[in-house]
Nanobody
Framework: QVQLVESGGGLVQAGGSLRLSCAAS????????MGWYRQAPGKQRELVAT???????NYADSVKGRFTISRDNAKNTVYLQMNSLKPEDTAVYYCRFFSRSLDYWGQGTQVTVSS
């Protein structure tokens, strides 16, 4: 069993920055991808960024050039550096550790960007 604990959310003004962290505990040997997703009120959950064990990254068009996903394998942690935040980035952000047969989600952390 894998548990994911997120941190780093909060309230920030437009143009500001936040860094989200997601630390995994348990056996993640079979996990080959990590990612961040978000869900705004009244909207479906959407992909923000993913990173594979091989280093391949994928970003939503809306965050390209502003957000950066990274991972620290020694700490079993994935990060999301968010710069130039916009009010439309306001959402609950979820981390995800997954492979073809495994799929784990964090509990979510609120990010609110004020205009």
């Amino acid at each position: 069993q894998v548990q994911l604990v997120e941190s780093g959310g909060g309230l920030v003004q437009a143009g500001g920055s936040l860094r989200l962290s997601c630390a995994a505990s348990g056996d993640i040997f079979s996990i080959n991808s990590m990612g961040w997703y978000r869900q705004a009120p009244g909207k479906q959950r959407e992909l923000v960024a993913t990173k594979t064990s091989g280093g391949t990254t994928n970003y939503a068009d809306s965050v390209k050039g502003r957000f950066t996903i990274s991972r620290d394998n020694a700490k079993n942690t994935v990060y999301l550096q968010m710069n130039s935040l916009k009010p439309e980035d306001t959402a609950v952000y979820y981390c995800r550790f997954f492979s073809r047969s495994l799929d784990y989600w964090g509990q979510g952390t609120q990010v609110t960007v004020s205009s």
